[in-house]
């Protein structure tokens, strides 16, 4: 398989392109054992996020009902068409995934996992797309660097710990389920990678308002060497001592930094500063 698609791609005179996060795998392995620890199962619906040559699309469309997959680079058409003949139950999209209309395509697809080699330079604005548009996505099993994949898991109180951590966890349980060292692409990257699933579980983290949740997250990682009280001040427009009450009622100390708080106490903070906000600003 590996020297099959390395001929395919150059006897089509591709060139890999950094800038799209071009690092491919076809180590039939890797590819197989990714998709197995997705837990996709032949009932399933997958959507894959950069198809590259169609080496995790091939082996998922052997586990999977159907699989949807998105490519923005259309040179890889002529490639896609030779390594993926033959192979009826999946199908191209030539399109950049973040320009997608999530609600559209789950109009037509119905509930679905995402099993993805991702392009790393948009990570974080694709898992964060399908996290907040995303209704019928059930899974993201998701190769990215090593360490976004610590901080996509991180534990509070922890360096990796960071605003994307505490906007995962209002909707998924996060778990690294595989490490991935960079001699497994082509071309090999300068850092590691790692595997990491997130299960969604609505209601996994019950808030009264998710927006201000995620505004309350936003505003303690602002400036992450500050106290969450001045943080909290600079976001909110909300005075010190509304910042300190607020922070009070919810039993966390009012000299704390952002990173010391669970996503749990994010809850608990919003929840009050809802309060407070309303008679502030009213942001
Ligand atoms: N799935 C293949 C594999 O595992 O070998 C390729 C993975 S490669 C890391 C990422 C792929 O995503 C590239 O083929 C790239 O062209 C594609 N890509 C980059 N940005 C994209 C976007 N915004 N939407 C869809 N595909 C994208």
Same mark, same amino acid.
């Given at each position: 398989?590996? @020297?099959?698609?390395?001929?395919?791609?150059?006897?089509? $005179?591709? $060139?890999? @392109?950094?800038?799209?996060?071009? *690092?491919?795998?076809?180590?039939?392995?890797?590819?197989?054992? #990714?998709?197995?620890?997705? $837990?996709?199962?032949?009932?399933?619906?997958?959507?894959?996020?950069?198809?590259?040559?169609?080496?995790?699309?091939?082996?998922?469309?052997?586990?999977?009902?159907?699989?949807? $997959?998105?490519?923005?680079?259309? +040179?890889?058409?002529?490639?896609?068409?030779?390594? /993926?003949?033959?192979?009826?139950?999946?199908?191209?999209?030539?399109?950049?995934?973040? %320009?997608?209309?999530?609600?559209?395509?789950?109009?037509?697809?119905?509930?679905?996992?995402?099993?993805? *080699?991702?392009?790393?330079?948009?990570? +974080?604005?694709?898992?964060? &797309? /399908?996290?907040?548009?995303?209704?019928?996505?059930?899974?993201?099993?998701?190769?990215?660097?090593?360490?976004?994949?610590?901080?996509?898991?991180?534990?509070?109180?922890?360096?990796?710990?960071?605003?994307?951590?505490?906007?995962?966890?209002?909707?998924?349980?996060?778990?690294? #389920?595989?490490?991935?060292?960079?001699?497994?692409?082509?071309?090999?990257?300068?850092?590691?990678?790692?595997?990491? &699933?997130?299960?969604?579980?609505?209601?996994?983290?019950?808030? &009264?308002?998710?927006?201000?949740?995620? &505004?309350?997250?936003?505003?303690?990682?602002?400036?992450?060497?500050?106290?969450?009280?001045? *943080?909290?001040?600079?976001?909110?427009?909300?005075?010190?001592?509304?910042?300190?009450?607020?922070?009070? %009622?919810?039993?966390?100390?009012?000299?704390?930094?952002?990173? +010391?708080?669970?996503?749990?106490?994010?809850?608990?903070?919003?929840?009050?500063?809802?309060?407070?906000?309303?008679?502030?600003?009213?942001?």
């Amino acid at each position: 398989m590996e @020297k099959d698609v390395k001929s395919i791609l150059s006897e089509n $005179g591709f $060139g890999f @392109k950094k800038r799209l996060g071009q *690092n491919f795998i076809t180590d039939k392995n890797l590819l197989s054992s #990714i998709v197995q620890q997705s $837990g996709v199962t032949a009932d399933d619906t997958v959507v894959e996020i950069g198809c590259g040559a169609g080496t995790l699309t091939r082996a998922i469309a052997q586990h999977a009902r159907r699989v949807i $997959g998105f490519e923005v680079d259309t +040179t890889l058409k002529p490639v896609l068409a030779q390594t /993926l003949a033959g192979l009826d139950n999946a199908q191209i999209i030539f399109k950049d995934f973040l %320009k997608v209309n999530l609600a559209q395509l789950e109009g037509e697809i119905g509930s679905y996992s995402v099993v993805a *080699n991702l392009p790393y330079y948009v990570t +974080t604005p694709l898992i964060t &797309k /399908l996290l907040e548009e995303g209704k019928l996505c059930k899974s993201l099993t998701v190769m990215v660097q090593e360490e976004v994949a610590l901080r996509l898991c991180a534990s509070e109180n922890t360096p990796d710990y960071g605003a994307i951590t505490a906007i995962i966890a209002l909707r998924a349980d996060a778990e690294i #389920i595989k490490r991935v060292p960079r001699r497994m692409f082509t071309p090999q990257p300068n850092v590691d990678s790692a595997v990491v &699933k997130l299960t969604v579980r609505d209601g996994r983290l019950p808030v &009264k308002n998710a927006q201000l949740y995620k &505004k309350t997250v936003h505003a303690a990682f602002a400036a992450r060497r500050k106290t969450l009280v001045n *943080n909290l001040v600079n976001s909110f427009g909300i005075s010190r001592a509304q910042a300190e009450e607020a922070l009070i %009622k919810c039993g966390i100390d009012i000299k704390a930094r952002g990173e +010391t708080l669970s996503p749990e106490a994010f809850a608990r903070l919003s929840a009050t500063l809802a309060d407070c906000t309303a008679l502030g600003r009213g942001d």
